[in-house]
């Protein structure tokens, strides 16, 4: 083999590497439906190995590749994806990056107990063995802190400590303590 065989193919690789990068540069979280408003339903089409090799392909290339080798690697972990505007202004909603430990975990800025601060439906799950528990992704109904569906469930406790949470609940004392809420 003569060296200019050696740079032909050296210059065919690299260029081959280059379609490579740039097509995955391309990557991003999608969502399956078309609101993509169920957190697990947001992905990326590589799986997470892919993703991670693709990080080790642009180090490999190019130092100046590192951001793009950043960005496979952050695509390759579960984040947060907590949409950050509940009626996107535009057809890519803006998510939260946030790593997490497990795929459907929020981040800690985004679990329900912070649901208030952030001006979202407050309603926490009394069953949910989950943690931590996300927050609901319904809007909070006009002047309330719970969408209209979450508003329903009676917040009254129970002698035993358990919030009572039937959202059709009729004991007369429940009621009482509901309607002093307003
Ligand atoms: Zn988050
Ligand atoms: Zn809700
Ligand atoms: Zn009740």
Redesign the pocket.
């Known amino acids: 083999m003569t060296s200019g065989t050696d740079d032909h193919v050296e210059s065919a690789l690299e260029g081959a590497v280059e379609e490579l990068l740039m097509a995955a540069a391309k990557l991003r979280l999608e969502p399956g439906y078309v609101n993509g408003h169920v957190y697990q339903d947001w992905h990326v089409r590589a799986s997470s190995s892919m993703l991670h090799a693709l990080a080790g392909v642009a180090r490999a290339y190019s130092s100046d590749l590192e951001r793009l080798a950043g960005r496979f690697e952050r695509l390759s972990k579960p984040i947060c994806a907590e949409l950050l505007e509940l009626k996107p202004t535009s057809d890519t909603p803006v998510l939260c990056v946030e790593p997490v430990e497990q795929e459907g975990e929020p981040c800690p800025a985004h679990t329900v107990d912070r649901a208030a601060e952030l001006g979202r439906c407050t309603y926490p799950e009394p069953s949910a063995s989950r943690k931590p528990q996300r927050i609901c992704t319904s809007e909070p109904a006009p002047g309330a802190d719970r969408c209209e569906q979450h508003l329903r469930y009676?917040r009254?406790v129970k002698l035993n400590g358990e919030i009572?949470n039937?959202p059709f609940?009729s004991?007369p004392k429940?009621r009482k303590m509901e309607q002093s809420r307003r």
Do not use: Q
């Open positions: 009676c009254a009572c039937n609940c004991v429940h």
